[in-house]
């Protein structure tokens, strides 16, 4: 079994900065892909942002060149870096991590964290 716990959501003013991190725990050995997707109230879950074992990053074009999405592959952790936060980032942020393999040799797909809330207001 894969668990996340996320961590870091608050309430900020626009032009303001948040750092979200999302630790995955249990018997895992690799993680390929971890991301972050959000949701505001009314909307689908979108992505905001993914990145591969490898370093390979993927970002919504309405986060670009404000989030910034790192990972730490020996402690299983996603980070996301948000800055110059406007009122439309306002939503759920929840963590994602596909294809994971644990010891054993079995694959996990597509688990989700609990969400974390992120307000940007005044």
């Known amino acids: 079994q894969v668990q996340l716990v996320e961590s870091g959501g608050g309430v900020v003013q626009p032009g303001g900065s948040l750092r979200l991190s999302c630790a995955a725990s249990g018997s895992i050995f690799s993680i390929n892909i971890m991301g972050w997707y959000r949701q505001a109230p009314g909307n689908q879950r979108e992505l905001v942002a993914t990145v591969t074992r490898s370093g390979s990053t993927n970002y919504a074009d309405s986060v670009k060149g404000r989030f910034t999405i790192s990972r730490d592959n020996a402690k299983n952790t996603v980070y996301l870096q948000m800055n110059s936060l406007k009122p439309e980032d306002t939503a759920v942020y929840y963590c994602?991590?596909?294809?994971?393999?644990?010891?054993?040799?079995?694959?996990?797909?597509?688990?989700w964290g609990q969400g974390t809330q992120v307000t940007v207001s005044s």
């Open positions: 994602n991590v596909d294809r994971v393999v644990d010891f054993a040799g079995r694959l996990y797909l597509n688990h």
